[in-house]
C-alpha cells in the first residue's frame, strides 16, 4: 500500500487484519502467519476469529430499506457485547477481497467453549492451513505450493506437495480475546456509531450497526438474540471482509480433532518428548579434566536446526556465559540454555541453525569449566541423531516455556 495514499481507516484496516493484509494472496504465508499468532501469543492482536459449524452459507446479498439511520445508545451497544460474550458455540464463514476486488472464501472457523478450529483455504479453494485444539491436543498444518518460503532463520525454496508443517503437540493454541463491539469503542476512529432498523438480509429483518463516520464496520444484528449474523469490514475502495455467523446449539468433536489428510502424517510432539527422555536416560560418555566432568548425551536434528545436549559441572551468571560449545563449520556456539525432559531431568542444550542439512556424525567441542569458572579443558565428543523432530525448540521447550535462545548456523 502506498503511505502517500493511505486513507484514515487504512490504519484500523491494519490492525484488524495483523499478520494477514500483507500476505493476504500468498497462501502459504499467509496460513503461517496465522497459526504462528495462535501458537506463540503476542497479546496484541485486537480479534480472535470466530468459529463453528454449520452448513455451507451462500454470500449474503443485502437489499437497501429506506429505514431512518439514528444514533445508537451505549446501552444497545453493551447489549451486543453481553450477547457476543454468552455464545459458546460459534460459526464464522469468512470472505475476503481478491486480487480480482471480488470476495472469495478466506477460512472457516468452530468455536466451542474452549475447543477451536481454524480452516484456511487459498484461491482455488483448496485447504492451506488448519489449526486446532480439542481441550488437550492442537494440531496445526499448512500447506506448501511451491516458493520462497522465509522462517525466521532460514529460507527455503519448495515445490513439492508435502505439507510444510503437520504437527500434534500438548500445548493450547494462543487465546486472543473474541471480539465485542464494545471493542469498537477503544478505536478512536470507530466510536462514533449508527443504526437503521428493519434492514432486510437474507429474507430477514435485522438492525445494522455501522461505526465510524465512514462506516468501515458493520454489523447486522439479530434483533431477537442481539447476536451478529453478518460483520463487513471497508476500506478505501469498499469491501475487503464479510464475516457470516451462525451460533449452533452444539458443535460435533470431530470438527477440533486432529485433521485426516489423504498422504499427510501428523508429528506428533508429546510422544516425540517421551521417546526423547528414554534416550536420555541411558548412560552417555563422560570425560574428566580435574575435578570437572562432561557427559554427552546426544543430539536432536530438525528440519532447520539441530540441538546438543550434555550434563556437566558448570558454573552460573557471567562465566557461565562466557562459554561457547563448537561444532566445525559453524564456529563458537552461544546462547547455551537448560533443557528440561519428561522425567524431570535437566540438560545443558545448545540449539543451531543452518541453511542445509549438515553431514552426519558430527563433530563436538564443549568446553569445561571449575566452580570457579576457569577453563580446565575441551571435551570432544562424535554426534549423531537420538531423534529427529522437525521442530527442535518446539520438542525441547514448548511454546508456552519462554522465548527460546539461538544462533544462525554458517553451515
Known amino acids: 500500500m502506498n503511505s502517500e495514499n493511505r486513507h484514515p481507516n487504512d490504519a484500523l484496516i491494519d490492525n484488524e487484519l495483523e499478520g494477514l493484509r500483507s500476505v493476504a494472496f500468498n497462501d502459504n504465508a499467509r496460513a ?6 495462535r501458537t506463540h501469543p503476542t497479546g496484541s492482536a485486537t480479534k480472535r476469529w470466530s468459529i463453528g459449524m454449520g452448513t455451507a452459507i451462500a454470500v449474503a ?10 444514533q445508537a445508545s451505549a446501552a444497545e451497544i453493551h447489549k451486543i457485547a453481553a450477547a457476543q460474550r454468552g455464545a459458546t458455540t460459534r460459526f464464522c464463514k469468512s470472505f475476503q477481497r481478491g486480487p480480482d476486488g471480488n470476495l472469495i472464501h478466506s477460512y472457516d472457523e468452530w468455536i466451542d467453549g474452549g475447543k477451536h478450529t481454524q480452516k484456511f483455504y487459498n484461491a482455488f479453494g483448496r485447504v492451506s492451513g488448519i489449526a486446532s485444539f480439542d481441550g488437550k491436543l492442537s494440531s496445526l498444518y499448512y500447506a506448501k505450493s511451491g516458493g520462497v518460503l522465509k522462517s525466521d532463520h532460514v529460507s527455503s525454496f519448495n515445490t513439492d506437495a508435502q505439507p510444510l508443517e503437520a504437527i500434534i503437540d500438548d500445548v493450547p493454541l494462543s487465546t486472543i480475546p473474541i471480539e465485542t463491539v464494545e471493542d469498537y469503542m ?3 476512529v470507530l466510536k462514533s456509531f449508527t443504526r437503521q432498523e428493519g434492514v432486510t438480509l437474507n429474507g430477514k429483518s435485522y438492525d445494522l450497526y455501522a461505526f465510524g463516520k465512514t462506516g468501515a464496520y458493520k454489523l447486522w444484528i439479530d434483533t431477537q438474540t442481539h447476536l451478529p449474523v453478518q460483520r463487513e469490514v471497508y476500506g478505501r475502495d469498499g469491501i475487503i471482509e464479510r464475516d457470516l455467523y451462525e451460533y449452533p446449539a452444539a458443535i460435533s468433536p470431530s470438527a477440533f480433532a486432529t485433521p485426516s489428510i489423504e498422504g499427510v502424517q501428523f508429528f506428533d510432539f508429546p510422544r516425540a518428548r517421551k521417546d526423547l527422555a528414554g534416550k536420555l536416560a541411558k548412560p552417555g560418555e563422560v570425560q574428566q579434566f580435574g575435578g570437572a566432568s562432561v557427559e554427552f548425551k546426544g543430539m536432536v536434528l530438525g528440519n532447520h536446526s ?3 545436549l550434555w550434563k556437566g559441572q558448570l558454573p552460573t551468571g557471567d562465566a557461565y556465559r562466557s562459554v561457547a ?17 519428561e522425567n524431570g531431568e535437566k540438560y545443558e542444550a545448545v540449539e543451531i541453525f543452518f541453511a542445509k542439512t549438515p553431514r552426519m556424525p558430527l563433530k563436538v567441542s564443549i568446553p569445561v569449566v ?3 569458572g576457569e577453563l580446565v579443558g575441551i571435551a570432544k565428543f562424535t554426534a549423531n541423531p537420538l531423534i529427529f523432530a522437525p521442530d527442535t525448540s518446539r520438542l525441547l521447550w514448548r511454546p508456552d516455556e519462554g522465548e527460546r535462545t539461538a544462533v544462525n548456523g554458517k553451515g
Request: aromatic letters at 10%.
Open 61 to 70: 446479498v443485502l437489499i437497501a430499506t429506506p429505514f431512518v439511520t439514528q
Open 325 to 341: 560449545a563448537q561444532v566445525p563449520g559453524f564456529g563458537a556456539v552461544m546462547g547455551r540454555r537448560g533443557f528440561v525432559d
Open 306 to 308: 539441530f540441538a546438543i
Open 32 to 37: 503461517k502467519a496465522v497459526l504462528a499468532m
Open 186 to 188: 477503544n478505536i478512536p
Open 370 to 372: 571449575d566452580a570457579k
